[in-house]
């Protein structure tokens, strides 16, 4: 294994994993609500009653965030080497894996470990597992 020094960005990184740990708390203190984006937008496919607007504020915040970004910085450069037909593929099995999951990396990975959560344990142990296992198997057994 190989670092790519070039691209090693720690303190964006770090900036930016603050920024979503801060985010979830300030949701779980001012609301009681668990910062997980599958249940978020899950949420407003089947909405409750006064259930709908911090929904569509989170999702602004998170779709608008690198808007705001841009303003004071550039924003990096995106490269996508998978085709439009896989990234489908891989979207709808993410969104099925939440579903089976009971919930996304970002509800069992942040909020979930946070309150030593045994499911999220597991359920991120597993979705790191599949992804140690996918690239080992796309980049060295298929490529």
């Known amino acids: 294994m190989t670092i790519d020094w070039m691209n090693f960005t720690p303190w964006p990184s770090l900036a930016g994993g603050l920024m979503i740990g801060l985010a979830a708390a300030m949701l779980l203190i001012c609301s009681g609500r668990i910062a997980g984006i599958s249940g978020i937008v899950g949420g407003l496919l089947s909405p409750a009653r006064g259930d709908i607007s911090w929904r569509f504020a989170f999702l602004l915040g998170l779709v608008g965030s ?47 470990l946070s309150r030593r959560s045994p499911r999220s344990l597991a359920a991120t142990a597993a979705f790191m597992a599949a992804g140690f296992a996918t690239v080992y198997i796309v980049r060295h057994l298929i490529a």
């Open 66 to 112: 690198p808007l705001v970004f841009s303003l004071v910085h550039a924003l990096p450069p995106i490269q996508i080497e998978a085709s439009h037909p896989v990234i489908i593929v891989a979207g709808l099995l993410v969104g099925i894996g939440t579903r089976y999951g009971s919930g996304c990396t970002s509800g069992h990975g942040v909020c979930g």
